[in-house]
C-alpha cells in the first residue's frame, strides 16, 4: 500500500519525515514543535505562545489534507514540564468545540531544538 502524504506550507520538518499519512480514512499528523515557518527557527516566548504555535502549525497540515479541527479524533502533548499543563490547556481548549478529541499528555524530558511543547494528532476523513 502506498503512503499518501501531505505537505503543508507553514510547517518545518527538522528531518525525513511527512507531514502526514493517510491510511485508509485516518491522516496521522506527526508532531509538530513551536517553529515559526519563516526564519525556521523555534518562537521565543511562553508555553501559551508554543502552544498556540504548534496549533497553527497543525492546522495548516489538516488544511493540506483538505480537514478541518473538527476532524481530529485523538491529540497527544508532549511537555517537558508538567507545571506548564494549565497554560498549555488554556490555549488547547480553544482550539476545538465539543466533543473533543481524545488526548493524552506526557511529560518528556526533553524535545528537539529545545521546545517546551510538541503536539501530534489523528484526524478522520469523513
Given at each position: 500500500m502506498?503512503?499518501?502524504?501531505?505537505?503543508?506550507?507553514?510547517?518545518?520538518?527538522?528531518g525525513?519525515?511527512?507531514?502526514?499519512?493517510?491510511?485508509?480514512?485516518?491522516?496521522?499528523?506527526s508532531?509538530?514543535?513551536?517553529m515559526?515557518?519563516?526564519?525556521?527557527?523555534l518562537?521565543?516566548?511562553d508555553?501559551a505562545?508554543?502552544t498556540?504555535?504548534?496549533f497553527k502549525?497543525?492546522?495548516?497540515?489538516?488544511a493540506?489534507?483538505?480537514?478541518?479541527?473538527?476532524?481530529?479524533?485523538?491529540?497527544?502533548?508532549f511537555?517537558?514540564?508538567?507545571?506548564n499543563?494549565?497554560a498549555?490547556?488554556?490555549?488547547?481548549?480553544?482550539?476545538?468545540?465539543?466533543?473533543f478529541?481524545?488526548?493524552?499528555?506526557?511529560g518528556?524530558?526533553?524535545?528537539p531544538?529545545?521546545?517546551?511543547?510538541?503536539l501530534?494528532?489523528?484526524a478522520?476523513?469523513?
Amino acid at each position: 500500500m502506498k503512503r499518501e502524504a501531505f505537505t503543508a506550507q507553514g510547517a518545518v520538518s527538522v528531518g525525513p519525515y511527512s507531514h502526514a499519512v493517510a491510511s485508509a480514512d485516518l491522516v496521522y499528523l506527526s508532531g509538530q514543535t513551536p517553529m515559526d515557518p519563516e526564519p525556521g527557527k523555534l518562537i521565543e516566548g511562553d508555553i501559551a505562545a508554543q502552544t498556540q504555535q504548534c496549533f497553527k502549525n497543525l492546522f495548516a497540515v489538516l488544511a493540506s489534507a483538505g480537514l478541518t479541527p473538527d476532524h481530529v479524533v485523538k491529540v497527544n502533548v508532549f511537555l517537558t514540564d508538567m507545571a506548564n499543563f494549565e497554560a498549555m490547556n488554556q490555549v488547547y481548549a480553544q482550539q476545538f468545540s465539543a466533543p473533543f478529541p481524545a488526548r493524552t499528555t506526557i511529560g518528556v524530558a526533553s524535545l528537539p531544538l529545545g521546545a517546551q511543547v510538541e503536539l501530534e494528532m489523528i484526524a478522520r476523513r469523513s
